[in-house]
T-cell receptor, first 112, second 116 residues
Framework: DAKTTQPPSMDCAEGRAANLPCNHSTISGNEYVYWYRQIHSQGPQYIIHGLKNNETNEMASLIITEDRKSSTLILPHATLRDTAVYYCIVRVASGATNKLIFGTGTLLAVQP | GAVVSQHPSWVICKSGTSVKIECRSLDFQATTMFWYRQFPKQSLMLMATSNEGSKATYEQGVEKDKFLINHASLTLSTLTVTSAHPEDSSFYIC????????????FGEGSRLTVL
């Protein structure tokens, strides 16, 4: 699986949009981009994933560049409860047996 | 989304004893489950892939005789830390994907092990 690069930490004001970048310059054509987050002392929570088109769900939006070498997770209106470590992971296809390898992630601190 | 439950949520044991952690998929069947370990302020490290009805596949550097994994049914995988030592104290997390599903992995709440 391709590696990803994320900034170690970011701050965001409550109510503002949080934009979390991720570089995955060696991504392969059949690899998806997944985003998970982990609130302190809890298991990771799935946020969103995509292949090449932009995706949106009730939690966030995922913007993938045309060359697929980078992506941005957008939390449109960050709240204090969004403070967590956000992991960007690339993973082959969508098979149930394909493991997720976590990098170091970005610690997002939402400030009141 | 689908629910994965771990038990116990936390456990304290004496050095030298063995501890079993259960991972259950509550509303779906999972032919494959994954076990992770996480030390304080570090990321999740994949330990092994648990396959229903067959032997687990361990990541490099993970002792299979130390961390016994059993996946006896489509909804249950267990991790046993044998002869635990203080350095085994960690947060253990499992995940599973629904057989035949989209491949999205669902994670348990984690189990915190403290070895005295």
């Amino acid at each position: 699986d391709a590696k990803t690069t994320q900034p170690p930490s970011m701050d965001c004001a409550e109510g503002r949009a949080a934009n979390l970048p991720c570089n995955h310059s060696t991504i392969s054509g059949n690899e998806y981009v997944y985003w998970y987050r982990q609130i302190h002392s809890q298991g990771p929570q799935y946020i969103i994933h995509g292949l090449k088109n932009n995706e949106t769900n009730e939690m966030a939006s995922l913007i993938i560049t045309e060359d697929r070498k980078s992506s941005t997770l957008i939390l449109p209106h960050a709240t204090l409860r969004d403070t967590a470590v956000y992991y960007c992971i690339v993973r082959v296809a969508s098979g149930a047996t394909n493991k997720l390898i976590f990098g170091t992630g970005t610690l997002l601190a939402v400030q009141p | 989304g689908a629910v994965v439950s771990q038990h116990p949520s936390w456990v304290i044991c004496k050095s030298g004893t063995s501890v079993k952690i259960e991972c259950r998929s509550l509303d779906f069947q999972a032919t494959t489950m994954f076990w992770y370990r996480q030390f304080p302020k570090q990321s999740l490290m994949l330990m092994a892939t648990s396959n229903e009805g067959s032997k687990a596949t361990y990541e490099q550097g993970v002792e299979k005789d130390k961390f016994l994994i059993n996946h006896a049914s489509l909804t249950l995988s267990t991790l046993t830390v044998t002869s635990a030592h203080p350095e085994d104290s960690s947060f253990y997390i499992c995940s599973a994907a629904e057989a035949g599903g989209t491949g999205e992995l669902f994670f348990g709440e984690g189990s915190r092990l403290t070895v005295l």
